[in-house]
């Protein structure tokens, strides 16, 4: 079993809807929690992360952490065209010195918004 | 601006060659990272660096080689290519704590 899991999709929605993306894992070490967009040919960015339990908002993004259940979500609201991405769930038990070899990351959620 | 840029971006190569895909950042960074993202695999560690002359394994090193003599580069060298050598090829870096910069990937297809 992997330690993180990612439904690889593709999902496709239309332009304006709620998109809800999702990752499980069985580490219950995990604290900080990250989602990286990655365009088509292109490395992944650093969307938003997250440390411990609860909601972190920024513009149409907010990211949700269940650690009781080990359930992290990225919701997108009013979705656009150029969120047509793949979206990778991370993780990491740690933050500091030595810990970004320690980031296992999800296989990633390919995302379509149709215009 | 600052930026980590990786080449070649695409190589095609036959088995067994040797081959090496370069790394340079211009952050200054001392931590720097190589990943190969497969489909269903997601990103995994190949190699990492915390500075010049230190070089570690990461999760699926085996048929990989790197070396660290400067703070900007971190080669990836491929003793001998294989077939389950390709996939596409990350270069990241970051400062001692804070986000990952990633390069915008090298495609390697072994033939």
């Known amino acids: 079993q992997k330690e993180v899991e990612q439904d690889p999709g593709p999902l496709s929605v239309p332009e304006g809807a709620i998109v809800s993306l999702n990752c499980t894992y069985s580490?219950?070490?995990?604290?900080?929690f990250m989602w990286y967009r990655q365009y088509s040919r292109k490395g992944p960015e650093l969307l938003m992360y997250?440390?411990?339990?609860g909601n972190k908002e920024d513009g149409r993004f907010t990211a949700q952490v269940d650690k009781s259940s080990k359930y992290i979500s990225l919701f997108i609201r009013d979705s656009q065209p150029s969120d047509s991405a793949t979206y990778l769930c991370a993780m990491s038990a740690s933050w500091g010195y030595s810990s970004a070899s320690k980031i296992i990351f999800g296989s990633g959620t390919r995302l379509s918004i149709r215009p | 601006d600052a930026e980590i840029t990786q080449s070649p971006r695409h190589k095609i190569t036959e088995t067994g060659r040797q081959v090496t895909l370069a790394c340079h950042q211009t952050?200054?960074?001392?931590?720097m990272f190589w990943y190969r993202q497969d489909l269903g695999h997601g990103l995994r560690l190949i190699h990492y660096s915390y500075g010049v002359q230190d070089t570690n394994k990461g999760e699926v090193s085996d048929g990989y080689s790197v070396s660290r003599s400067n703070t900007e580069d971190l080669p990836l060298t491929l003793e001998s290519a294989a077939s389950s050598q390709t996939s596409v090829y990350f270069c990241a870096s970051r400062e001692d704590t804070g986000e990952l910069f990633f390069g915008e990937g090298s495609r390697l297809t072994v033939l």
């Open positions: 952050w200054n960074h001392n931590n």
């Open positions: 580490n219950s070490a995990f604290q900080y």
């Open positions: 997250t440390y411990s339990s």
